[in-house]
Every structure is written in C-alpha cells, then in structure tokens.
C-alpha cells in the first residue's frame, strides 16, 4: 500500500485538478501520477521525463529505449516501473527473462546497469563502446534518461506506490534485484 494518499479527480483543486482533467481526457491516469498529483509542482518536474523518453526514442529507437528503460528499472528493483517495461518489452514480442541482445542493445543495458549500480564507476571501456554508435549530443540524452528513469524508480519505491490494475496479471514477475544484498 502506498505511503501517501494517491489522489482522486474530485479531491483536487487548482493546478493539481487541471493536470488530473487534462489526463483523465486521455485515459492516462496511473498510480504514480496519482500520488504526483499531491503536487503539481512535483508532478510537473517528473513529468518531464515524457520529453527525455521521446528524444530517447528519437535517439536510439524505440525497442532499444525500451530494452535500456527495463534495465535501469530492473537493475534499480523498482516494482511498478519494472513492470511496465516488462509489460512493453512483451509488447515488442519479446521474453523479458530471456532476452538476446545485438551489440548496441547490449552496451545499453550495461550501460543503464552500471549507471544504477555505480554512476561514478561506469567504466572507461564501456564509453568506448558506447561511442563506437553514439556522438556526444546523444550520450547527453543516453545518461540524461537514466537520471529521468532513476528518479521515477525511486520516487516509487520510495513511495510504494501501488501497482497499476493493468499490471497486477504480470505481477509475479517482477523478481527485486539482489546485486544490493551484502552493500553496507
């Protein structure tokens, strides 16, 4: 259950039941904005990750956002975002417990693991690798993502934030990350 009231239409006013109308209109309300809504000051700046996703997408296509967006959420153990990742990686006609990945695909997973597991470690051989398909401006907009990623990973974690009734079918399987488990 969650830490903090997720909010309901009738229980805003002001900013926070603009934003909430304008994503009822679009049938896009989900459990996070719901607790976002508490704020809208919040719930504008999480909501940029929308800007960071698509110039991602732009980027480096949609599969690989996606395959890099579960990486980050699964390496981080964040339940609901890794969830939804799972959901699209399945939407892509992939098994997300059994993915193969080409050599791009692969430098972006490790990429999104090492930046959750030790962003000031991510290694001098990887970068490398990343440059051999990336310029400067999209590395920027690579590891930009990831902080937009991370940010949301913890503001739900954090939070507990309740799954989506859309996700509870996959429920089972999300499995938490154990890489954390000896850290001190």
């Known amino acids: ?98 993915l193969q990945y080409d050599e791009k695909e692969q430098v972006l997973t490790e990429l999104g693991r090492q930046i959750v597991k030790n962003p000031t470690a991510v290694s001098d051989e990887l970068f490398d690798r990343l440059r051999k398909f990336f310029d400067d401006v999209e590395i920027v907009v690579i590891v930009g993502f990831a902080g937009q990623m991370i940010a949301t990973n913890n503001f739900n974690s954090v939070l507990k934030i309740d799954v989506d009734q859309r996700l509870l079918p996959i429920i089972n399987e999300f499995k938490p990350a154990t890489w954390r488990e000896g850290i001190q």
């Not at 002001?14 to 996070?32: F, H, I, P, Q, S």
């Not at 991602?56 to 956002?65: H, I, P, S």
């Open 1 to 98: 259950m969650a830490r903090i009231r997720l909010v309901e239409q009738n229980e805003v006013s002001g900013a926070e039941k603009e934003r909430y109308d304008e994503l009822a209109g679009r049938n896009a309300v989900t459990n996070m904005k719901k607790g976002l809504l508490n704020d809208a000051a919040t719930y504008d700046a999480y909501m940029a990750w929308y800007t960071s996703w698509k110039r991602l997408v732009e980027v480096v296509g949609e599969k690989d956002a996606v395959l890099y967006a579960h990486a980050i959420s699964t390496t981080n153990s964040c339940q609901l975002c890794s969830l939804f990742f799972i959901s699209d990686v399945k939407g892509l006609g992939l098994d997300p417990h059994n």
